[in-house]
């Protein structure tokens, strides 16, 4: 595989250790059968994990499950020191039960909820202030497009134009622009009724 090769195998074929040689030996072997009935001997929980954390976890040995054909299988554990008197453990108040890994999960994902669900409401009121915002530029914006239908300020409108062009015959033009004036306000008065 990739650039694996013969010459890399056989490079590999033999390790001059043993470190990955498994024999068996009857003073190492751990006997399932024995551990079983050891087990099985034992009566509350405590004495059960005391035994299976001195005989097997803390035993390193590599050959303690090297087991062969024709081995005996029925042979007795091997002695083995008590090394979980040596282990220190804190003492669990049980009055105040403590969450789980899982409940201190949902917990943190419950407060992660309701700041957003508090950002989502912020967000709401921003947004609807800006609607209410927007709604009263849209009425002052209607009211300057209807100031802007006034006669007196489409009078004020032409009579500005004239003055700025009174060297051009402006306030002749005026004239004729109050009466284009007043007759679109007469039409725009019978359209209303």
């Known amino acids: 595989m990739h650039n694996w090769d013969l010459e890399e195998t056989n490079k590999y074929n033999y390790i001059p250790n043993s470190d990955f040689e498994y024999t068996y030996?009857?003073?190492e072997f751990l006997s399932p059968k024995a551990i079983e009935e050891?087990?099985?001997?034992?009566?509350?929980?405590?004495e059960k994990l005391e035994f299976v954390y001195n005989a097997i976890y803390c035993n390193k040995n590599k050959n303690r499950f090297a087991y062969f054909k024709d081995m005996p299988y029925d042979i007795p554990l091997p002695k083995y020191e008590n090394k979980f008197k040596s282990l220190k453990f804190e003492e669990i108040d049980e009055t105040t039960p403590q969450p789980t890994p899982q409940e201190l999960e949902i917990k943190v994902l419950k407060e992660q909820l309701a700041q957003k669900e508090q950002e989502l409401i912020n967000m709401k009121d921003k947004f609807d202030?800006?609607?209410?915002?927007?709604s009263i530029l849209e009425n002052k914006y209607q009211k300057a497009l209807n100031t802007k239908n006034h006669l007196s300020y489409k009078?004020?409108?032409a009579l500005i134009k004239a003055n700025k062009n009174w060297y051009k015959g402006g306030y002749v033009k005026f004239i004729f622009?109050?009466?284009r004036i007043k007759k679109g306000i007469e039409i725009e008065g019978k359209f209303r009724k």
Do not use: F
């Open 25 to 27: 030996n009857q003073n």
């Open 38 to 46: 050891k087990l099985d001997s034992l009566n509350t929980a405590q």
């Open 129 to 134: 202030k800006q609607n209410t915002n927007i």
């Open 155 to 157: 009078l004020g409108e």
């Open 177 to 179: 622009e109050v009466m």
